[in-house]
């Protein structure tokens, strides 16, 4: 066994100490001297061997792990690299509970600071499996805090890693471990470990940095000279449109008499599904016709209309006395509705429909949208591929690709699909399929805009299959090729779930950093129906319940996403202006009750749209709120979209009063308190938000809907 000596290495900015026997590592910056452990010692690594330094340099090796190291000293930056020569797993760092640090900050969706000391938390995390450094966490990068200085820890192999999170000492403690695939030809990771002044958001641009120094940030404004209607996404409001149907419930003035005039008219109500048929029959019968009931019947109404079997001429000839005028007929996927949105003074909207043959029944619908100056398309989605004649027609393609065409794993399973149905599909076996779908549906309906459900979610996978083999890295391009193909073949503005950083330069805008999906396999949220927390069901199709009916949010999720207190703009700080971000679908803005309020404070502190779902009825409900929060949010978001968040604070001791800077000049406070507070001589009120305009002395208020 050799045996081995500190090694010290030095910079003008740092100074660090390796123990090559433990991998303990120990720096000390330049302006300080008290020393901070970036990574505690390791037992059982076994013999060093190889051992060489220099003033900024060492490398050894661990032949019974089979592992080479190398650390080199690039100014405040200290890079350890690991290259591995078989299968197998190795962790680096190890950060002890006990190293002084006073909080993590972990771009978990849009980002988090979270106090190392906190009972809560510690639970949190140390009760739930490694956070996967690319399906996890929003960007490959971390950091811890000090008094003084944070420490950021970058990867820029982001595959293969765990965070993992345990108590120590009453504290947070972490480690991270990679593990060396078999199927990967070249075996390494390598941690990037920058010290730099004290900042809640010092890792995320030390990341921009890194991704600008690597020529993988692409601004806004570029994307905008490429493509000139990404420019259409800056403040715009994000809509779910729902209600595709010829005909919809406010169309018809009287239900009872069209019921009976169907029945007595014969050929119509023949052409009607059984089920309707017997709800039209007794509908005479009830005393008062429900939402629901009037629903079943004009989807029904809208089925027969759509196939042509009975037009439109003939139904407003046979029974127009209980109908609307035709030219007003129409839900959410309507001219009617566009009209609607243009009227309230929208004049930016990016609009997307759930299925695409809404747009197929309602062919002036994109035109109208794009006469606005909307951008408009459908929600598309390749990741899953379910057997044909799956009510799903996303996840449709043929038989021999549902045979052949699903990922791999390492055991020889076929990986299943999303809540277990059909199988996750290659990306690089179904590309032929995928561009055959979309330039169909494309020449179909046109659009400006397509929303690619997962490519940008963060889940990539290693492939074992001996047919289209592939590792998570080539998985990824695979993703970001097809997302690139739709975009510069069709012209369109290119979306995708999720927004993690690997997709910023090809997407333009992300569904999820800012609110991702919550409570999956929490049977109170998703099963249990008379739980004050049931999302929701999918249904009625015009109006999925699961996305607009208000519910209250279990207090056990409450700290963990929406606490402002521990919320910190990560994703902002590095990608700002390069993606335009905003929820996931399933939690728009208005879909928790008691939090809408927040949320928007949020949003307008983030500089980020909010997201809505909206069919004509919904629309009328909250017309006065999604006009009266546009009102601050796209003149503010047109001026800040294309600059950089280059800072954010506290501005209080509790935290919730916080401070963001674009472009170093317009800067926005929210005062999440309930009292007063006095920003540069004028009243910020308790739940509100602050545009302020330093050098111009510009200050504009707005009051939070929960006051």
């Known amino acids: ?86 299968e197998g797993s190795f962790t680096f760092p190890t950060i002890p509970g006990d190293a002084g640090y006073s909080s993590y900050l972990l771009p978990i969706f849009e980002g988090f600071d979270v106090p190392t000391g906190d009972a809560e938390w510690i639970k949190h995390l140390s009760g739930q499996d490694g956070l996967d450094t690319t399906a996890d966490l929003s960007m490959p990068v971390w950091g811890i805090q000090t008094a003084g200085h944070t420490v950021t820890f970058l990867l820029p192999n982001q595959f293969g890693n765990e965070l993992g999170f345990h108590e120590d000492h009453g504290r947070l403690a972490a480690a991270l471990t990679h593990r060396f695939k078999k199927n990967w030809a070249v075996k390494e990771y390598s941690v990037r470990v920058t010290i730099s002044d004290a900042s809640v958001i010092a890792p995320a641009l030390v990341y921009r940095k890194y991704l600008q120094e690597t020529k993988q940030f692409v601004s806004l404004a570029e994307k905008i000279k490429t493509l000139p209607d990404v420019g259409k996404l800056i403040g715009a409001a994000e809509v779910y449109l729902w209600g595709g149907g010829k005909i919809a419930a406010g169309d018809v003035t009287d239900f009872k008499g069209l019921a009976g005039a169907m029945v007595k008219e014969g050929k119509l109500y023949g052409m009607l599904t059984p089920e309707v048929q017997k709800i039209v029959k007794g509908l005479g019968e009830m005393e008062y ?30 029974f127009g006395g209980f109908l609307k005028p035709v030219e007003t007929w129409g839900d959410g996927v309507s001219v009617k509705m566009i009209r609607e949105l243009v009227g309230a003074g929208l004049d930016r909207m990016r609009l997307v429909v759930s299925d695409v043959q809404d747009l197929r029944d309602n062919p002036g619908v994109i035109g109208a949208a794009e006469g606005a100056g909307y951008l408009i398309g459908p929600y598309d989605s390749f990741n899953s591929i379910h057997r044909m004649g799956d009510e799903d027609r996303t996840t449709q393609f043929d038989q021999h690709l549902y045979d052949t065409g699903g990922i791999v794993n390492e055991d020889g399973k076929v990986h299943s699909g999303f809540q277990h149905k059909g199988h996750l599909l290659s990306p690089a076996a179904g590309r032929e399929a995928v561009e055959a779908r979309v330039t169909k549906w494309f020449k179909e309906t046109p659009c400006n805009c397509w929303f690619v459900d997962c490519d940008a979610f963060g889940q990539v996978y ?24 739709i975009r510069n073949q069709f012209h369109c503005v290119i979306g995708s779930e999720g927004g993690s950083s690997y997709a910023a330069g090809v997407i333009d805008f992300a569904e999820g950093p800012e609110t991702p999906g919550i409570g999956w396999g929490d049977v109170d949220m998703q099963k249990d129906k008379t739980s004050a927390y049931y999302l929701g069901a999918y249904y009625p199709p015009n109006e999925p319940a699961v996305f607009f009916k208000p519910v209250a949010l279990k207090a056990s999720y409450l700290k963990f996403n929406f606490d402002p207190r521990y919320r910190v703009p990560l994703y902002q700080a590095a990608l700002h202006d390069s993606v335009v971000a905003t929820h996931h679908w399933s939690f728009g803005s208005f879909k928790l009750k008691d939090l809408v309020g927040t949320r928007e404070m949020l949003e307008l502190l983030y500089g980020v749209p909010p997201l809505y779902h909206l069919n004509v009825e919904e629309f009328g409900k909250r017309r006065e709120e999604i006009v009266r929060h546009y009102a601050f949010f796209s003149p503010l978001h047109r001026e ?27 800067e926005v406070v929210a005062n999440f308190s309930d009292q007063v507070f006095m920003y540069r001589g004028q009243a910020i009120p308790g739940r509100a938000v602050a545009e302020v305009h330093p050098e111009a002395g510009g200050f504009k208020v707005y009051q939070s809907l929960e006051k």
């Not at 290693?462 to 193909?485: C, E, I, K, N, Y």
């Not at 800040?640 to 317009?666: C, I, N, P, W």
Request: glycine letters at 8%; hydrophobic letters at 40%; zero cysteines.
């Open 462 to 485: 290693d492939d074992f299959s001996t047919v289209h083999p592939a590792t998570a890295q080539q998985d990824m391009a695979a993703r970001l090729g097809r997302m690139a193909w």
């Open 289 to 318: 016709v429900d939402q629901y009931t009037k629903g079943q019947i004009t989807e029904d109404l809208s089925r027969v209309l759509g196939k042509g079997d009975y037009t439109t001429k003939e139904m407003v000839e046979g």
């Open 640 to 666: 800040v979209a294309e600059m950089a968040m280059t800072g954010f604070d506290y501005l209080s001791e509790d935290h919730l009063v916080q401070r963001t800077v674009f472009g170093g000049k317009v």
């Open 1 to 86: 066994m050799i045996l081995t000596v500190l090694l010290a290495l030095r910079s003008p900015e740092v100074v660090v100490s390796v123990d090559p026997g433990t991998l303990a590592v120990v720096v000390t910056p330049g302006d300080t001297k008290v020393g901070m452990p970036i990574s505690a010692g390791q037992q059982g690594l076994g013999e060093v061997a190889h051992v060489v330094s220099d003033e900024t340099s060492a490398s050894w090796s661990y032949p019974e792990k089979h592992v080479a190291v190398s650390i080199k000293l690039e100014g405040e930056t200290l890079v350890a690299r690991f290259v591995a020569d078989a």
